[in-house]
């Protein structure tokens, strides 16, 4: 059984990593809208989809929503690959709810990310014992990116913080062009210790985008789920009845 027919929303170096994936895996293709083509969703609610089983969006944090939204309505299910929107999730979920439809969010992508961020909340309540450690993260990312801290720092903040019981800091560095790295420091009087997740090329994000769109677009029987996921539901392998 072939790929499902996935519609790319978003022109940018993502969207032609995930397309150039997708071509690799035999995955088709069927559409990928521009920002200037798709002002305000205004494409996807014309039909530009071209019959998409999924699609998946990476554009811009105030691009999300509308996207989001446009999707819901041609009932299409749809991954969303962008970070700076999630202030509007909650709201996103009920009309994802209301109208029957699929979502899949994630800050990141990268399935070693989301192992990483179970590693982090049990990093963070092991070294709960250890009074003498501070915590703090840094996240570097590449100079062209637009929200600081990204949305993967904020994850595993909260993680290591849930572990640990106090918040944690968290300094960005934007500079060249690093994919992503982010660092969790423990650091002692005199010791440090240093969990990292290092991404050396883009294409992690595609790989991890393309198996989200896979996994939402054809569930339990090959039809496509419904509801509101993340990427640690892909990894766990939740089921739901479509």
């Known amino acids: 059984m072939s790929g499902p027919r996935v519609g790319l929303i978003g022109d940018g170096k993502m969207a032609r990593a995930i397309a150039q994936l997708a071509g690799d895996r035999g995955i ?97 309540a092991v070294m709960s014992a250890g009074s003498q450690f501070d915590a703090h993260l840094v996240e570097t990312h590449h100079s062209a990116k637009k929200d600081a801290p990204s949305g993967t720092a904020l994850a595993v903040a909260r993680e290591v913080a849930a572990g640990l019981g106090r918040d944690v800091p968290i300094t960005s560095v934007r500079t060249g062009h690093v994919p992503g790295t982010h660092e969790v420091v423990f650091d002692g009087p005199f010791e440090q210790i240093t969990l990292a997740h290092v991404a050396r090329d883009r294409r992690v994000f595609a790989d991890g985008a393309l198996r989200a769109a896979e996994w939402l677009a054809r569930g339990q029987g090959g039809a496509p789920r419904r509801g509101v996921f993340t990427m640690q539901d892909v990894l766990s392998g939740t089921e739901t009845t479509p």
Request: proline share 4%; net charge negative.
């Open 28 to 124: 088709p293709v069927v559409a990928m809208l521009s920002a200037a083509d798709n002002a305000g969703g205004a494409a996807i609610a014309r039909g530009a989809l071209a019959d998409a089983d999924v699609a998946i969006e990476f554009t811009e944090p105030a691009a999300a929503v509308a996207n989001v939204r446009a999707c819901l309505a041609a009932g299409v299910p749809v991954v969303v690959g962008t970070t700076g929107w999630l202030d509007h999730l909650p709201a996103m979920e009920r009309e994802t709810e209301e109208r029957g439809g699929a979502l899949l969010w994630a800050a990141n992508f990268s399935v070693g990310v989301n192992l990483f961020l179970r590693l982090a909340r049990q990093a963070g």
